[in-house]
């Protein structure tokens, strides 16, 4: 059985390698629940945020990678159990000299931007901390948010904090910002002939898990 599976450009979780191969913590979490299975062969594909729900429900693809829930996703694909649990975090410009340490520092501050990509929870708690839509400035991925930031036409960028510390280098240092952390889960078509709506994906307590998220995080300094 062949499955063909979603992904985005965000590391630690999945990316594109030098040599063209797909790795990550999600993407070996996918590959050893997927051959438990009985699946032989995956197929990966690249996508941005915004296209993940969208294809699987048109039969683009059969399985995105992880993503949090949201109600209104919840009605549009199926999800299987939560595979792990995050808050958000901030890259921000080195010295971090606005002192942008949370949504409420940001939305309080007027002429701070703030970079989001597109579709994803950030820009809802964002909105819901009071930084207003003329602050943030939308991006189709990670790296166009990083490059913007590096030029300086945005003062943070906002995303998991695993994914944040990850993309962070000495120009441009991460900080946690305050969001209770929310469960990550796999999708799929609601279509009946789906039959991945797998009862056996571990959750967020899973002993592989754990032990490929801790090999595949940034360590702190």
């Known amino acids: 059985m062949k499955v063909r599976v979603a992904y985005i450009e965000e590391p630690p979780f999945y990316r594109t390698a030098e040599d063209r191969r797909v790795v990550g913590s999600d993407i070996e979490l996918a590959e050893a629940v997927l051959g438990a299975i009985g699946v032989t062969a995956i197929k990966y594909v690249t996508t941005s945020f915004d296209q993940l729900l969208p294809g699987v429900n048109e039969g683009r693809w059969d399985m995105n990678v992880p993503s949090f ?11 299987s159990r939560a595979v792990w649990a995050l808050g958000d975090g901030f890259v921000l410009q080195a010295g971090n000299p606005k002192a942008l340490t949370s949504y409420k520092a940001l939305a309080a501050c007027g002429d701070a931007r703030l970079g989001v990509i597109a579709g994803k929870v950030q820009v809802e708690s964002a909105l819901a901390a009071g930084v207003g839509k003329a602050q943030m400035v939308v991006f189709a991925d990670q790296p166009e948010a990083v490059a913007a930031l590096l030029e ?3 003062d943070a960028f906002a995303g998991t904090g695993r994914s944040q510390r990850c993309a962070r280098s000495p120009r441009r240092p991460s900080h946690s910002c305050r969001r209770r952390a929310a469960a990550g889960r796999t999708s799929f078509s609601r279509a009946p002939y789906v039959v991945l709506r797998l009862s056996c994906m571990p959750d967020a307590s899973s002993t592989r898990w754990q032990r490929l998220e801790r090999a595949r995080s940034p360590k702190r300094p």
């Open 69 to 79: 829930v949201a109600p209104e996703r919840a009605q549009q694909v199926a999800f």
């Open 152 to 154: 300086g036409r945005i």
